[in-house]
């Protein structure tokens, strides 16, 4: 798209709240220049086939996963777990080239599109080959990220990761998580190399963290204290209870405690997962002003646990949802799913409304909004001006969408519809799914099915 274009809309998601008969003007680079009010312009040069939310950012990705998906779902011998689980991870790793991780990675962001994501931040600690082998360049990996995402035209967020230890204390790395590996000065180099690259192709650059058992405190000090990035700062923390146990056992205190004590946690933060929490714990991470990345189809697959989402909520703590290993895809099914677990555990309903009356699709869709965009290091989200024009257009055609207003559009999208509800998406103003299919889904399909038939 090379010059400005309008977009009329008949309802419409704003910050205010829905609103009908708006016109929006995409500026050439792909954000919104003006936001009218008033009946159908003759002069809009198009008009949303149903009614128009912002897209949501998926704050938590590991895209070379999804070609595990629902292959993990076969009983062992012993008591599958998480630890189980990250086995086969392993064994897939082992296998994958960098062809591979990108051919993945856009057949995964291809279809976070279709479930109503814009821009996803990639949570990346695939850097090297089989047994730790060096790529002749380092950054070679995340330039395939970078790549992908251009190809299926989502957003990105690119957060290296470092990792360089198997457990609190710094212990030696296994031989599975060899290709992860990097020491500080390594680790810094890469972030260095990153920079002109996300510059050239609008990505934003962060970094995380792996966890507390990856980096030992002084490695975490030395990273913060010389990286430049100004983009967000993510960590997974307290995902499993043998977590919690291992890092009392090593420093007296539990890992979301032992974070917010040692680190300088703020708004540029966010912790992954964060599920095993004291309700001490959970109003000081609210209070610190990081955001709480939410995964809640992964966490569910992973056994888990569920996270103290009320107690977070009303204590004013942000979060955002994340899909982290794909077993899910879907705005729908992570917001759906963050409800039920409340629900499952308190064996009431509505839990995460926000207040009486309130609209529960409402409250978590506005909420995913906000802390998503914090997050992804993008803190004007929605549909405002000097926003990225990310939009979902929900299917007008569609009887459940058509005879909806207002919130209950989200009430029928979330909870009993899906992706099925998403009729077009766009991304910077360039429309990336259109009737349900991405852009580019036959030619990433194709590469994606080579990719299986030579992995599994
Ligand atoms: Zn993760």
């Known amino acids: 798209m090379s010059a400005s274009r309008s977009l009329f809309c008949q309802h419409v998601l704003l910050p205010e709240g829905w609103t009908s008969d708006v016109t929006l003007t995409i500026a050439a680079n792909g954000s919104i220049a003006s936001i009218e009010t008033g009946p159908a312009q003759s002069r809009a040069s198009q008009h949303a086939a149903g009614p128009v939310v912002p897209a949501l950012h998926n704050l938590h990705s590991h895209a070379f996963q999804r070609a595990m998906a629902g292959l993990a779902e076969l009983a062992g011998s012993t008591d599958?777990?998480?630890w189980t689980w990250r086995e086969a991870m392993y064994r897939l790793v082992g296998r994958m080239s960098p062809d591979d991780i990108e051919a993945v990675a856009a057949k995964l962001y291809s279809e976070l599109t279709k479930g109503g994501f814009g821009h996803?931040?990639?949570?990346?600690y695939f850097h090297h080959a089989a047994g730790g082998r060096r790529h002749a360049n380092p950054a070679e990996t995340s330039l395939r990220i970078l790549r992908a995402a251009r190809a299926t035209g989502i957003g990105l967020t690119l957060l290296p990761v470092f990792y360089a230890h198997a457990g609190f204390g710094g212990a030696e790395p296994g031989q599975g998580q060899r290709p992860f590996i990097h020491d500080a000065d390594q680790f810094l180099a890469l972030l260095d190399a990153l920079k002109p690259e996300c510059a050239a192709t609008g990505a934003?650059?962060?970094l995380a963290v792996h966890s507390l058992r990856a980096a030992t405190p002084e490695e975490m000090r030395t990273i913060l204290s010389a990286e430049a990035t100004g983009g967000p700062i993510h960590i997974h923390v307290a995902e499993q209870e043998r977590e919690v146990e291992d890092c009392l056992a090593w420093s007296g205190r539990r890992p979301v405690e032992f974070l917010l004590d040692?680190?300088?946690v703020d708004g540029r933060w966010c912790a992954i997962h964060a599920t095993h929490m004291t309700p001490g714990e959970t109003i000081r991470l609210a209070r610190s002003g990081a955001v709480a990345g939410l995964c809640p189809a992964t966490e569910a697959n992973l056994g888990d646990g569920i996270f103290p989402a009320t107690d977070f909520a009303r204590d004013g703590g942000a979060y955002g949802i994340g899909t982290d290993s794909h077993v899910a895809t879907s705005v729908a099914e992570e917001l759906r799913l963050l409800e039920y677990g409340q629900r499952l555990r308190d064996r009431r309903r509505n839990r995460l409304a926000g207040g009486p009356g309130a609209s529960v699709g409402r409250t978590l869709f506005d909420a995913?909004?906000?802390g998503g965009g914090q997050a992804a290091g993008q803190p004007t989200s929605g549909i405002r001006v000097g926003a990225r024009a990310d939009l979902v257009v929900l299917d007008g055609d569609n009887p459940f969408i058509a005879a909806a207003t207002g919130?209950?559009?989200?009430?029928?999208?979330?909870f009993a519809l899906g992706s099925?509800?998403?009729r077009d998406v766009m991304a910077a103003g360039q429309w990336v799914v259109r009737q349900g299919?991405?852009?580019n889904e036959e030619e990433i399909d194709r590469a994606f099915r080579e990719v299986l038939l030579k992995l599994v």
């Open 80 to 82: 599958d777990s998480f």
């Open 120 to 124: 996803v931040v990639e949570f990346h």
């Open 204 to 206: 934003t650059l962060g």
């Open 262 to 264: 040692e680190m300088p």
């Open 368 to 370: 995913a909004l906000k």
């Open 407 to 414: 919130d209950q559009l989200l009430g029928r999208w979330l």
């Open 420 to 422: 099925e509800a998403i």
């Open 437 to 439: 299919r991405h852009r």
